[in-house]
């Protein structure tokens, strides 16, 4: 047994101690030891996206690291997002423009959005589509999320997790 | 997947202690192909000794022509390099085009070519610019480091520090990415160094692994256009043959892809 220390969601309060098996994946860490059930696993083999995470600010998947590759590091969950009460503009935007319908991608597919903005605030609708590729929606056709990742890029709202 | 023990190395004499310690012991830089290997229990290591935290395998350095990328350095870091992309933006583009972004994030060029996937993309690049490879024991061309399927010439142990070659005049990357992985079906890199020496490397469509075709290379240093390699001669008996492809299928497709990135080197 190892021992896990993380800063989950930006609050010290929640740095995390926790025993856990090294072979342990970040994402059974996140979902089963912290109780933090917004981070999905899909198709457990890094194809789908959904459980993509923040780790020091860069979009990883969580089903493909150990949770002990992110000891010391900063990650930020779909649960950290929100702020004071209020969803984050990327969060808000899905919601506006219906880019979900099951909702299971949504997680992941938030986070990587959230990334592409912040690494490219002025992606065109292809560059959009680009940096989605690795978020696998099966319901929506992919449409209503791009619009809702360019609703967040118009109303100019910071994209910084 | 089975039970192993995680060790971050510090440092390149941490590691190699580390690696002596452990009765099983792998190297793991970003993981993005180590640790799904685990999840399906091929791979079964009993210790991880992490190396992404080694500040000598960090950094990139362009000094000149001459371009040193570190070991531990990520695809997203070689895909947005400033530097490199001044002198060699097709070892930029190639970069961006591993996988997705979460998937470059992780990943790392030493990784990358201490695995040598058959269908994975540094692998051409390194034979295509005549890339040196370094290691914590010795430095290692690239055409005498890639042995085959998933085989190096890394010995027991030996960690890879940095790669380094010399920008070529004009070079470029085309791959055909299997729709679901992204793993190169084919994916051709082509260097013009000058003074004829021209440089091409295929990956994802030999049956041996990365490879450069001779042929191919004699046609554009006489010639680099498009058409100099339309009709170059591809042994189907060479190929990979899988459900996403028989030989036939692949072999076109290396002489469509190097078509591509002759076009696109201009």
Not at chain 2, 85 to 109: N, Q, W
Request: hydrophobic share 40%; glycine share 8%; aromatic share 4%.
């Amino acid at each position: 047994m190892s021992t896990v220390s993380t800063a989950v969601n930006g609050k010290s309060v929640e740095a995390v101690q926790a025993d856990v098996d090294p072979r342990t994946l970040l994402v059974e860490f996140i979902r089963e030891h912290l109780r933090l059930t917004g981070t999905h696993v899909g198709c457990d083999t890094a194809q789908c996206g959904a459980c993509t995470v923040h780790m020091n600010g860069r979009a990883v998947k969580s089903c493909s690291m150990l949770a002990l590759q992110a000891q010391g590091a900063d990650v930020t969950t779909i649960e950290g997002l929100a702020k004071d009460g209020a969803l984050h503009p990327m969060q808000a935007a899905f919601h506006e423009c219906h880019g979900l319908q099951c909702g299971f991608c949504t997680p992941g597919m938030v986070m990587s959005s959230v990334q592409l903005l912040a690494d490219n605030p002025k992606a065109t609708e292809q560059e959009i589509r680009e940096a989605l590729e690795g978020n696998l929606c099966r319901c929506t056709g992919y449409h209503n999320i791009v619009k809702a990742v360019q609703q967040c890029q118009a109303g100019g709202v910071p994209a910084n997790a | 997947m089975y039970s192993t023990n995680y060790h971050r190395a510090s440092s390149l004499k941490d590691a190699q202690a580390l690696f002596k310690k452990a009765g099983d012991g792998k190297f793991v830089s970003g993981g993005q192909t180590l640790l799904p290997t685990m999840k399906q229990r091929l791979a079964a290591p009993s210790d991880l000794i992490d190396l992404r935290h080694v500040k000598d395998l960090k950094g990139i350095k362009v000094s000149g022509k001459k371009v040193t990328i570190g070991a531990a350095t990520t695809h997203a870091e070689v895909a947005t390099n400033d530097k490199i992309v001044k002198v060699c933006p097709a070892i930029c583009s190639l970069a961006s085009h591993i996988g997705d972004p979460a998937v470059r994030h992780m990943g790392t060029i030493g990784g990358s070519i201490a695995n040598n996937d058959p269908a994975a993309d540094y692998p051409a690049a390194m034979m295509a610019l005549g890339a040196t490879i370094h290691t914590n024991k010795r430095q290692i061309a690239a055409d005498k480091f890639f042995k085959g399927m998933f085989e190096t010439a890394l010995k027991d142990g030996e960690i890879i520090t940095a790669v380094e070659f010399s920008a070529p005049k004009k070079a470029a990357y085309s791959k055909y990415p299997n729709p679901a992985s992204r793993y190169a079906m084919c994916g051709v890199f082509v260097a013009d160094h000058g003074k004829g020496d021209v440089r091409v490397a295929v990956t994802g469509a030999g049956n041996d692994g990365v490879f450069r075709h001779k042929a191919m290379e004699k046609a554009l240093a006489a010639d680099w256009s498009p058409e100099a390699v339309a009709s170059a001669k591809v042994n189907e008996g060479d190929m990979l043959s899988d459900i996403h492809g028989n030989e036939a299928y692949r072999a076109n497709l290396v002489r469509v892809m190097a078509k591509r990135a002759v076009a696109a080197a201009g």
